[in-house]
């Protein structure tokens, strides 16, 4: 006989309570460097120089995640000429990200960080 419905559903929210095991952590940690990694060899690779960087950006990271959209923003940005066409669209994705998601300082490196 199967459970009524109301305890399973109650059991699987509590199982998504859960913290999760530090090996799950790891595994995320290390597939979102290299996520960040490939974005960032895609940017900085043949055919995309830095009048085009920005939109490449942009459209590489429609999806990404924050921890690998802000690394790659910070990395990528210095990098951008020409970048006037974009302002709009780099602002809303911006803004939306920083309210949303997490602002961009939270993934800056230590002693960079200080400054804001």
Do not use: Q
């Amino acid at each position: 006989m199967r459970p009524p419905l109301s305890t399973v559903k109650k059991s699987t929210a509590r199982l998504t309570r859960t913290a999760p095991r530090p090996a799950v952590l790891a595994k995320e940690v290390d597939r979102t460097a290299i996520d960040l990694e490939a974005v960032l060899s895609t940017l900085f690779g043949p055919g995309v120089n830095s009048e085009d960087r920005l939109e490449a950006f942009l459209a590489i990271m429609r999806r990404k995640p924050a921890g690998i959209f802000w690394p790659a923003f910070h990395e990528t940005w210095p990098s951008c000429d020409d970048t006037w066409h974009g302002k709009r669209r780099l602002l809303r994705e911006l803004s939306r990200r920083s309210l949303w998601e997490a602002p961009g300082t939270n993934y800056l490196p230590d002693a960079a960080r200080g400054f804001f």
